[in-house]
């Protein structure tokens, strides 16, 4: 493996050689040597080093602490501070830098390689769950559907995404502050859920519909997926939904179901004015069979569409539930890295020997898919104005003819079938 390029910055010339050496001789590349905060600056820019080993107290008019302000200003690289003595004044004012460890002169081997290590493996981390935040971000924020993720005991939000945020009417602030899920939905909605939250921590996964009260009142029905996040105990930490407003595919539902019906009712009057010899109103009913026929196969066209985008959602949840454990995988290597540090800061641990130094970070980390497609289909603009002026007009000749609109008639199949040959 590739050794860390390190910056030494120490004013002392013997001092900063030795440093130098020993850390050539454990393998670490160290091209070069800064004696003054200017001149490391300067050498940050050039070298670009993965590490800055740098002395708070310096010749010239810059100390150790302002060199590394300026440089980590422009470019992430972590530094640690070497320093002679104590000092709480610097010592506050390292710390606004952000520093990934100190080492207090003299120091020894172990130290030096363990401080090192620690700050490369937790700079690593840190790099690596910026990246994750970020894709993970931008992935739950491209869905077309609303992403929450609460404590069910504390009723605290976790996480959610804009679209939940949007559509809602709420701030981040308000949603942080809210009660989950109590806040956003009706007692009725609630009661109906417990049943689907007790199949979620049984089965792993549950579906519920409930209607999402927005800040202005406004009530979205949407169909949630939801699904358990556990620790490592097994108990439930968190719950993570999706959901999507389904109100459009109510509607094309509702639509596609009231064709369905008026192609049965006017088959059967196109039947019932056949066989009363009236062949131009059974003509007439089957023509509107027909005209209904073409609105139902677009209808049920743009139906399937919602059900099949819907069906995403099992998938969606599933990327979702992995995007946020390995971003509390992350947080976790970084706060226990955080407290090793904080650790060899107050105490020696020199019991431990040279072979339990930490291991380092991976690179990168495998990135999580998490875009979902588009819906495939929108609703059709229809003239139901005239399809209604229509309707009206046909249902004042069936009762002119004895028949009565949406009275159930027994037909049979082969009369149809004349019907439909008539009507050609």
């Not at 971000?137 to 929450?148: G, L, M, R, W, Y």
């Not at 677009?298 to 998938?315: F, I, P, R, V």
Request: proline share 2%.
């Amino acid at each position: 493996m590739k050794k860390a390029k390190i910056l030494v910055v120490e004013d002392e010339a013997v001092i900063a050689k030795e440093l130098q050496l020993r850390l050539q001789n454990k393998g670490y590349d160290v091209p070069c040597i800064s004696m003054t905060g200017e001149d490391a600056i300067n050498k940050a820019r050039e070298i670009n080093p993965d590490l800055l080993l740098m002395d708070i107290t310096l010749i010239g008019s810059m100390d150790g602490i302002e060199a590394a302000r300026q440089i980590r200003l422009k470019r992430d690289i972590p530094v640690i501070y070497l320093s002679a003595y104590t000092d709480k004044i610097l010592s506050e004012r390292a710390k606004e830098t952000g520093p990934f460890g100190y080492l207090s002169k003299p120091f020894s081997d172990y130290d030096l390689l363990n401080t090192i290590e620690m700050a490369l493996y937790k700079h690593n981390a840190e790099k690596a769950l910026r990246q994750e935040k970020e894709f993970t971000e931008k992935a739950i924020n491209s869905q077309i559907d609303t992403f929450f993720v609460f404590n069910p005991v504390t009723g605290k939000a976790i996480r959610w995404n804009n679209k939940f945020r949007d559509i809602s009417g709420y701030t981040d602030d308000e949603i942080a502050d809210l009660k989950a899920p109590d806040s956003y939905y009706s007692p009725e909605d609630l009661q109906n859920a417990a049943a689907t939250t007790e199949e979620i921590i049984s089965k792993g996964q549950g579906k519920v519909e409930m209607s999402l009260i927005c800040k202005d009142g406004r009530r979205v029905l949407n169909e949630y997926i939801a699904s358990p996040i556990k620790d490592e105990e097994g108990n439930l930490k968190y719950i993570i939904s999706i959901g999507r407003d389904i109100t459009e595919r109510k509607m094309a539902e509702k639509k596609v179901n009231a064709l369905k019906a008026d192609i049965e009712t006017y088959t059967n009057h196109a039947i019932s004015a056949s066989e009363k010899g009236d062949e131009a109103l059974a003509i007439e009913c089957a023509e509107h069979v027909a005209d209904h026929e073409a609105n139902l196969e677009t209808e049920q066209s743009l139906l399937d569409g919602y059900l099949s985008s819907e069906a995403s959602l099992k998938d969606n949840i599933a990327k979702a539930k992995t995007s946020v454990r390995r971003m509390e995988q992350q947080i976790d290597q970084v706060k226990a890295t955080e407290s090793v540090q904080k650790a060899q800061v107050a105490v020696s641990t020199r019991h431990m020997g040279a072979n339990s130094k930490v291991k380092t970070a991976l690179d990168s980390l495998e990135r999580i898919k998490a875009k979902q497609e588009q819906r495939n289909a929108e609703l059709a603009a229809a003239d139901e104005r005239a399809n209604e002026e229509n309707d009206t007009s046909l249902d004042a000749k069936l009762k002119a003819a004895g028949i009565q609109p949406g009275a159930q008639v027994r037909g049979n199949d082969k009369l149809a079938q004349i019907l439909a040959a008539k009507k050609g």
